[in-house]
């Protein structure tokens, strides 16, 4: 069976994303915009669930 | 000792993995050579979403903390002068909240009072009342801030001058708390 890299190139943008708003988070935490600090920090948790998605949609399609 | 041919082979038949044999490779490890393929490395790549996301939980927290109040800093009030030995137009250095946290306290009109920590936010020097310009001057750098406000005019410094909170009571000035500093 010809192996996908599908599943690697989505979770790769996820973790991307998840880094990026990690960073985010710092850094609204030390602008003091705790509002946007914690809409990011929810955004990053539900992050987590989707990429665990990724994981088992390509490990079920394997 | 050199053992027999025979020998060898019998011991490749035993079943064992690897089986035992006398060469000098034995010790070159092989183990999880081949653990991280793609599915191992998707695995990573999930746990490594899941790190993050739990690294965001302690900033989320603090936020929350800092939205809520709880983290709000109480300080003790204290007296800072007399209304009769302040004139109008004149300032007051004081200390506060800590015997080293050096401040001024500049009275604008009869009950017009601001005070704020005079460490200059450039580079600390010492910020002194300037009654013929009306404002507030860092002679290091020529910094100036708004005597109103706290906010710097000209100069180097960028951010505005911690306020400390005041209240007027039995003819005298006292502190009662210190706004933030700005980063």
Request: net charge positive; glycine share 8%.
């Amino acid at each position: 069976m010809k192996r996908s890299w599908r599943g690697v190139i989505y979770l790769a943008l996820v973790l991307f994303l998840s880094i990026i708003v990690t960073q985010q988070t710092v850094n609204a935490y030390f602008y003091e915009r705790y509002q946007l600090v914690l809409v990011l920090c929810v955004i990053n948790i539900l992050i987590f669930p989707l990429a665990l998605l990724i994981y088992r949609k390509e490990r079920d399609n394997d | 000792m050199e053992r027999k041919p025979q020998e060898r082979e019998s011991k490749k038949e035993s079943g064992s993995v690897p089986f035992p044999e006398d060469n000098y490779t034995h010790n070159i490890r092989k183990a999880g050579e081949r653990k991280l393929d793609r599915r191992g490395f998707m695995k990573m790549m999930v746990g490594a979403a899941g790190i993050f996301a739990v690294s965001t939980l302690p900033w989320g927290g603090l936020a929350a903390k800092e939205l809520a109040g709880i983290g709000k800093r109480r300080y003790e009030p204290a007296k800072i002068a007399d209304l009769n030995q302040i004139g109008v137009g004149e300032a007051v250095e004081f200390a506060y909240p800590g015997k080293h946290d050096s401040a001024l306290l500049v009275r604008l009109s009869d009950n017009d009072f601001r005070a704020y920590q005079n460490a200059c936010t450039h580079l600390k020097c010492p910020v002194f009342w300037s009654k013929e310009q009306g404002e507030l001057v860092c002679p290091c750098h020529h910094g100036f801030f708004d005597v109103k406000t706290g906010k710097p005019t000209g100069g180097p410094p960028q951010r505005p001058l911690p306020e400390i909170e005041l209240k007027t009571e039995q003819g005298a000035v006292f502190a009662t708390g210190v706004k933030r500093y700005e980063t």
